[in-house]
């Protein structure tokens, strides 16, 4: 099971941190492609940034320079660091984890969190 947190309204140009923490009868973080990805309405679902089971992050193009991905392995949860935020990131984002290696096509993960709004509004 994965648990996400941090989501919210926030105003153009600020800073929001959210979580994914794994429940222990899930395959630990370390093991595991972790993914957040995002979903707004009347959108398809897109990914966000991953970090591998190595802890190698990668980011997607429209979120370079503005978000980082990061892990902590004690902690068992994920963390997606989003500044300079833009009204157009607003969407109900998700973490997932896949056993095997990583990518950002959705579709190959196989457990996902319930979902944490985020909405940028000034």
């Known amino acids: 099971q994965l648990v996400e947190s941090g989501g919210g309204s926030v105003q153009p140009g600020g800073s929001l941190r959210l979580s994914c923490e794994g429940s222990r009868d899930t395959s630990t973080i370390w093991r595991s492609c972790m993914g957040w990805f995002r979903q707004a309405p009347g959108k398809e679902r897109e990914g966000v940034a991953i970090i591998n089971s190595e802890g190698i992050p990668l980011v997607a193009d429209f979120a370079k320079g503005r978000f980082t991905v990061s892990r902590d392995i004690a902690k068992n949860t994920v963390y997606l660091q989003m500044n300079s935020v833009k009204p157009e990131d607003t969407a109900m984002y998700y973490c997932?984890?896949?056993?095997?290696?990583?990518?950002?096509?959705?579709?190959?993960?196989?457990?996902w969190g319930q979902g944490t709004q985020v909405t940028v509004s000034s």
């Open positions: 997932a984890a896949r056993a095997r290696g990583c990518t950002f096509q959705s579709q190959y993960f196989d457990s």
